[in-house]
């Protein structure tokens, strides 16, 4: 159960919570709380700092004695980093370790914090208040699943001390909202493969998504037959485990515009008879994380009033060797009737991907954005913090990269260069999974993509760096991340159909290449 958070004008001092925290700068200069919990406890926080030599790095934290001095029952000193460099993203972070201090202490459920009165510049209120709900709550964070004896403590309530308001009071409904979200794109990231089938991934979403106004359609494996989703039933074929297909339906009244998500639902990638080394398997229950990151995003729309209407389209599989597994050199046909020769069949997500975006194409979306852990190619550019951005249209894929830094997750926009099309020409079918030589694979994979949508205005997120994290850093624990959900959330609130000139194929340009 996540923690309720509130905002609370209570002074510092006589702030009834476990854990009190107040936020301090490098160089030892206090935030606000600061010098009122200093004089409360007979100037102990400015010996603290002095004594343990405190960096007060953003999201470095440090506990303060109180010995009764204060109505808490403890308090503690959050860094801030720089004050000249302070940024949304920097109070995220140091929510986030706030967070991770008090799940050390077994004896703290209640936290209270000045954070959100700390507002960097060129940003409102409201934003500071999003950006510490985030930071706490996904902070807060733990699977705990599978642990007999999870270690440390529960959040159970936050208050943040300040001022409010009704639309601060809504600012936090709504990160509450979104980080619900996420944390249910985590939970199922992180469920073990062996629990998590296609079919049994379907009913999660099915369950996740009942009561939340959409409609829901999925198709076993006959129905992906009917319906000529060939990717999806060529993947799925080589598992004792069928493939599903889910379509999620979000269609509020007078929507003016349709954006159509896709998600990558590979419960667990073997590589196919592509094997892939056993060390490059231990992460691969992660390979669904772009959709759950959809149906996270679908299963919040309602209750944020979004006025567009968005419907998702999500291929399940497990990628397995077996004697009725697809084989290098196999030719599968797309939804659309294109025709694909499977060169390797560990680049398997952009094939069930290419039938989702076909059926986007087929249905009149009006823009679609796919969202996949699709290439290792992409985590050798960006690492492991920044998802790769890529697309057909500017201004859409503008659209996309904003909403992504107003959400507070890193993308980069990488080049579709037309030339390197060529690279995934194929001998005996319309065209290859894979190109050519080793080089430019995240950039191939998205051209591959690019051959389903048929003009329609598009963007590529490749998150196969930023979907897990491989420690605890910022609002991101260990294991699935969630990482997706608050950027395709907020495209959805802010969806503008493109212009009509944008989603012309002939007068692609810009950035799109030559």
């Not at 995220?92 to 507002?119: F, K, M």
């Not at 319309?430 to 080793?438: A, L, M, T």
């Not at 003009?455 to 850093?473: C, N, Q």
Request: aromatic share 4%; proline share 5%; hydrophobic share 45%.
């Amino acid at each position: 159960m996540a923690p309720t958070v509130a905002i609370a004008p209570t002074p510092v001092e006589s702030a009834e919570t476990d854990l009190l925290a107040v936020p301090v700068f490098t160089g030892g200069a206090l935030g606000p709380g600061g010098e009122a919990l200093d004089a409360a406890l007979g100037g102990d926080v400015t010996s603290v700092l002095a004594e343990t030599g405190f960096k007060a790095k953003a999201g470095e934290a440090v506990f303060v004695p109180v010995a009764g001095r204060v109505a808490a029952g403890a308090a503690v000193l959050v860094g801030l980093g720089e004050r000249d460099r302070l940024d949304l993203a920097v109070l995220r972070r140091a929510a986030a370790g706030l967070a991770r201090a008090a799940r050390v202490r077994t004896d703290v459920t209640t936290v209270a914090t000045t954070l959100a009165e700390v507002v960097p510049d060129g940003a409102e209120k409201t934003d500071a208040v999003r950006a510490v709900t985030e930071g706490l709550l996904l902070g807060a964070y733990r699977f705990t699943a599978y642990k007999s004896e999870p270690d440390g403590s529960e959040l159970e309530r936050i208050e943040l001390l300040g001022r409010g308001g009704a639309r601060l009071a809504r600012t936090v409904e709504r990160a509450a909202t979104v980080c619900e979200a996420v944390a249910w794109a985590r939970d199922v990231v992180n469920e073990p493969s062996g629990g998590k089938s296609p079919a049994a991934f379907a009913e999660m979403a099915r369950e996740r998504l009942e009561g939340r106004g959409v409609e829901v359609s999925i198709l076993d494996e006959a129905g992906i037959e009917a319906e000529r989703l060939g990717g999806v039933a060529g993947v799925g074929q080589g598992s004792a485990r069928p493939p599903r297909f889910v379509t999620v339906t979000y269609s509020p009244p007078k929507a003016r515009a349709t954006l159509a998500l896709v998600g990558k639902g590979v419960v667990f990638d073997s590589g196919g008879i592509s094997i892939k080394p056993s060390s490059g398997m231990e992460t691969m229950k992660t390979d669904m994380s772009g959709a759950a990151a959809v149906l996270a995003a679908m299963s919040v729309l309602d209750a944020l009033d979004v006025k567009a209407k968005v419907v998702a389209y999500v291929p399940m599989v497990e990628n397995m060797p077996s004697g009725s597994a697809i084989r290098p050199g196999d030719v599968l046909r797309i939804r659309n009737g294109k025709t694909v020769e499977v060169l390797n069949t560990d680049a398997e997500g952009r094939l069930i991907l290419a039938d989702g975006l076909a059926r986007a194409v087929e249905d009149g979306a009006d823009a679609i954005v796919d969202v996949a852990t699709l290439t290792g190619a992409c985590v050798v550019a960006l690492g492991e913090k920044v998802a790769g951005l890529m697309g057909n249209r500017d201004p859409f894929v503008d659209q996309v990269r904003g909403a992504a830094e107003r959400a507070g997750e890193r993308v980069w926009h990488l080049p579709l260069p037309a030339d390197y099309k060529a690279l995934l020409d194929s001998s005996v079918a319309d065209i290859q999974n894979i190109s050519e030589g080793r080089w430019g694979g995240a950039l191939t994979a998205g051209l591959f993509l690019e051959a389903f949508v048929d003009g329609t205005p598009w963007a590529h997120l490749d998150i196969a760096g930023p979907a897990r994290a491989s420690r605890d850093d910022g609002e991101h624990l260990k294991g699935g991340t969630g990482f997706g959900v608050r950027t395709l959330v907020e495209l959805a609130s802010s969806f503008r159909r493109p212009a009509a000139r944008d989603r012309d194929p002939d007068r692609a340009g810009g950035r799109h290449g030559s």
